[in-house]
């Protein structure tokens, strides 16, 4: 069974502080792992990561994707009230190329001013 | 606009009764789904649909129905077979994937603003 798991599941910081916060996964076939941002209700696209070392940046926010060690990570520097959601992390399961996903739990990142 | 429009926001239903949650989508995606997340939980997949006339069973089907008989709609029915309803729900859909330089093939979800479901 496809499994995906997020690590911590909370977590809680000021503004200006980096955060880095973890996925590992195991997946059968697998094609890529993708990250999401769920602010209150529709979960946001963020990275979708397919190649081990290359690091993906948006802004303030990176990911990068270890095939071997079976492990994504996603920085989040300078954080600001804004960055205040969930994480999402998942994997396309089931040996489809298709967006079937699996998803971990999932990190509930609190910023405070 | 194009995405993914899901109705109602809201819905409250009496123990016993079915209900139909909508979800259209007008990015011309093949594929789409249903997902239900549970408090400290992730999305888990109820069905999905990779083509016309044609769904499978996600995860937790049980007490769930689906129909597409339409490229753009993908409603879904909470029957009352399933015993703990309460919960919100997410449609997604995903365009076709696309080949990587290295090889293989993958592509993302994007996801509705979701319908929270609460059986009273």
């Known amino acids: 069974e496809d499994k995906v798991v997020q690590s911590p599941l909370s977590l809680v910081v000021h503004e200006g502080d980096t955060v880095t916060l973890n996925c590992s996964y195991e997946?059968?076939?697998?094609?890529?792992l993708l990250w999401y941002k769920q602010e209150k209700k529709a979960p946001t696209f963020l990275f979708m990561l397919t190649s081990s070392g290359i690091e993906k940046k948006s802004g303030r926010l990176s990911s990068i994707l270890d095939k071997k060690e079976l492990f994504s990570i996603l920085n989040i520097t300078a954080t600001q009230t804004g960055d205040s959601a969930v994480y999402l992390c998942a994997a396309p399961s089931g040996g489809t190329s298709y967006g079937k996903l699996t998803f971990g739990q999932g990190t509930i990142l609190t910023v405070h001013p | 606009d194009g995405g993914i429009t899901q109705s109602p926001k809201y819905l409250f239903r009496k123990e016993g009764q079915n209900v139909t949650l909508s979800c259209e989508q007008n990015l011309n995606h093949d594929a789409m789904y249903w997902y239900r997340q549970d408090p400290g939980q992730g999305l888990r997949l109820i069905y999905y649909s990779q083509i016309v006339n044609d769904f499978q069973k996600g995860d937790i089907a049980e007490g769930y129905s689906v129909s597409r008989e339409k490229k753009e709609s993908f409603p879904l029915t909470v029957t009352s077979a399933q015993k703990n309803p309460t919960a919100f729900y997410l449609c997604?859909?995903?365009?076709?994937?696309?080949?990587?330089?290295?090889?293989?093939?993958?592509?993302?979800?994007?996801f509705g603003q979701g319908t929270r479901l609460t059986v009273v």
């Open positions: 997604a859909s995903s365009p076709l994937p696309r080949t990587f330089p290295g090889g293989g093939s993958s592509t993302e979800a994007f």
């Open positions: 997946v059968t076939n697998f094609r890529s």
